[in-house]
């Protein structure tokens, strides 16, 4: 773990990549709640409660204890908000050479760059945790996603047709990858 990364990392003009901690379960609630409320293409679209979100927290830090995860915040110096999480997760057992990559990034502080800061970063941790591959997946139609992934190297694989239900209708899952 970048030791850099423990101590909040200035990253952009008063924003700090920093690892969790349990004091953390209400800003991560406030942060994810958000994505939420905007309707983000993201897989969650029911709010949280702290209590989901401190149990989220847990079972997140002995996943990076174990060596199994990476999971970094970026918090706004000045409020102490949460403005970005993104996550390595290890797959189990013969996925265990395979990541899985994911990432988010408060309204405000998107199509700035932080996107590609940090999923370079999550890049080189996934190398760190010695995984040989990273995957994700994406709705179809998230372009600024899709742009990203793109921009660092990831491939489209193939289409998870319908898979996920959004403003009322099925649409695809794009499944992507790259090596590590
Ligand atoms: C997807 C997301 C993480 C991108 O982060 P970001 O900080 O906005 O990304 P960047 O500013 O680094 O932009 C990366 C590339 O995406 C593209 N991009 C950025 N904003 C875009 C937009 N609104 N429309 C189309 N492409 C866009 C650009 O090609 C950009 O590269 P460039 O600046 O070299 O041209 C962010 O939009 C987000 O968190 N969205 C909501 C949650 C979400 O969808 N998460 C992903 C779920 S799979």
Do not use: C
């Amino acid at each position: 773990m970048a030791a850099e990364a423990q101590a909040g990392k200035e990253i952009a003009r008063g924003l700090f990549l920093r690892l969790p901690t349990m004091e953390d379960a209400e800003r991560a609630t406030d942060f994810v709640n958000a994505l939420v409320e905007e309707d983000a293409m993201i897989l969650m679209d029911s709010r949280a409660g702290v209590s989901d979100e401190a149990r989220w927290l847990e079972e997140n830090l002995q996943a990076i204890a174990l060596g199994n995860k990476a999971l970094y915040f970026v918090e706004e110096g000045a409020s102490g908000r949460i403005v970005a999480a993104f996550n390595v997760s290890r797959g189990r057992w013969r996925r265990r050479l395979a990541g899985e990559f994911g990432i988010a990034i408060a309204r405000g502080e998107r199509g700035k760059g932080l996107g590609t800061k940090l999923g370079r970063i999550a890049i080189r941790e996934a190398r760190r945790m010695g995984m040989r591959t990273l995957h994700l997946t994406v709705f179809e139609g998230n372009a600024p996603a899709i742009a990203l992934y793109r921009k660092l190297g990831f491939r489209r694989e193939g289409v998870l047709r319908g898979r996920v239900l959004y403003k009322g209708r099925l649409r695809g899952e794009l499944s992507m990858s790259r090596r590590v």
